[in-house]
């Protein structure tokens, strides 16, 4: 079975300034990796998805994360973010079943608060 | 894009009742659709697998009974969360996985109160 760690629960960052949140992941077999962001009582967005290929992954709102199957790590990175950056970034994990996704695992979850 | 639609978003309801919660996909068909729960300030729990004309499978812990999943059609799948109690009020969050793609679609999810 799959799981998701997301070491940390809480990032504070100033506008501008660069941020990584991390995750890693656990699998006995090759996996689709995601990262999600949460804003408060909405559901979820997609802001990027490894599938294959290239391990450097760019996303929506200038978001990008690296797939290092080594470190079992996808830590998602933006160079300068932004008060509407503020949210809850999900990490997820997708065993890569017999038609494309199988069930969606999700990590606890990293709050990202931008501060002016 | 495509879109995942749940309804209703908000809903109250007293102690003992039953609530039904809809998922729909507006524009292409899912065979396979999933069920979470999301507590405050926490991840999205995996509730079940429901697949279109079977039935469906409950993830370790989930009550089967309690939280009964219907998915009669393409479009379609609904969580009825039979005789709620207040520690059943969470937040209920659908995925729908498009037919072709395989690619996975949330739904803005569903905010349930039992008082």
């Known amino acids: 079975a799959q799981s998701v760690t997301q070491l940390d629960s809480q990032v504070p960052v100033f506008e501008e300034a660069p941020v990584e949140l991390r995750c890693n992941y656990s699998s006995s077999v090759s996996v689709y990796l995601f990262w999600y962001v949460q804003y408060p009582n909405q559901g979820l967005q997609l802001l990027l998805k490894?599938?294959?290929?290239?391990?450097l992954v760019k996303g929506i709102n200038g978001f990008e994360a690296e797939f290092n199957k080594s470190q079992t790590s996808f830590h998602l990175r933006k160079p300068s973010v932004h008060i509407s950056d503020t949210a809850e970034y999900f990490c997820a994990v997708s065993d890569q079943g017999e038609t494309s996704y199988d069930k969606v695992i999700f990590g606890p979850g990293t709050s990202l608060s931008v501060i002016p | 894009g495509a879109v995942v639609s749940q309804h209703p978003s908000r809903v109250i309801c007293k102690s003992g009742t039953s609530v039904k919660i809809e998922c729909r996909s507006l524009d292409f068909q899912a065979t396979t659709m999933f069920w979470y729960r999301q507590f405050p300030k926490q991840s999205l729990m995996l509730m079940a697998t429901s697949n279109e004309g079977s039935k469906a499978t409950y993830e370790q812990g989930v009550e089967k009974d309690k939280f009964l999943i219907n998915h009669a059609s393409l479009t379609l799948s609904t969580l009825t969360v039979t005789s709620a109690h207040p520690e059943d009020s969470s937040f209920y969050i659908c995925s729908a996985r498009a037919e072709y793609t395989g690619e996975l679609f949330f739904g803005e999810g569903s905010r349930l109160t039992v008082l």
């Open positions: 490894y599938l294959s290929g290239s391990t």
